[in-house]
């Protein structure tokens, strides 16, 4: 769990300690991280991911035109989706950084997807959709119930009746099944990272902190997810603004069950 699009803002410069040497500055979330986030996430297979959505997308909306993504990071699922099929594109981050590393990705796509600045948590965008996107634990950086509700009132209203909201959650057996994938570290062009995690099964937050070296400086983010079980986001679903078509186990078609680790939801708006 190490994935999402809450607000952020740009790190600041290190500052200089007396001594004359850095230490790392504190950075929201991904105001440095996206520099390098591309390294971080080396091991994903964004083609994969691409395929099961679209194959969703075509299952339940194939007349789908135009596709909303939410917390898309630097965009690589939505180069994936949009070589695949051909959808006005609309990707959306809550982190400028984020979305400044991806609009330089999609210039050298082909500039077929928009990409814009936008919180999952007040969406205040101009257009509706047949399809939402929230992928990649993205959900698990919304830690109060409250900021559940909200983001899907924010979606529902900017989805024509009928489109579809897929999004996935990352659950605590997902958590509690992975420890030794805690620790790793890595590099790119841009800098270096290293990333270390911990799961607090008593309230079901795993923290994680990256210390990130960068030419600007070094500098240290504390990011904070909420594992959340199927029951608890199923409650969390007013029946009033969504139908809940399906819960699978995470890439396949199978129903989700209290074991899952991934969890896909799709909604469809009524």
Known sequence: ????????????????????????????????LASVYDAVMEHVDYVLWAEYILSLIRTYRPDARDV??????????????????????????????MIEVARRKMTRHGGQVQCQVADVRDLTLEDQFDIALLLY????????EAEIRRMLSGVRRHLRRGGMFIFDQS?????????????????SEEGFFARKSRFDEET???????????KSGEFHEHH???AYAVDEMCALIGPADWDVIATLDGFSREPATGSSERVHWILEAV
Request: charged fraction near 20%.
């Open 171 to 187: 659950t605590p057996a997902n958590s509690l099944n992975n420890v030794e994938s805690f620790e790793d570290s890595g590099e």
């Open 224 to 226: 904070v997810q909420r």
């Open 1 to 32: 769990m190490w994935r999402g699009g809450g607000r952020t803002r740009q790190a600041r410069l290190p500052p200089m300690s007396e001594e004359g040497s850095t230490r790392p500055a504190d950075a929201e979330p991904y105001a440095a």
């Open 68 to 97: 909303l993504e939410l917390g898309c990071g630097t965009g690589s699922l939505a180069v994936e989706l949009t070589t695949l099929a051909s959808y006005r594109y609309m990707a959306t981050d809550a982190s400028p950084a």
């Open 204 to 214: 079901n937050l795993h923290h994680t902190t990256f210390d990130i070296s960068l």
């Open 137 to 144: 634990d993205s959900i698990n950086y919304l830690l109060a």
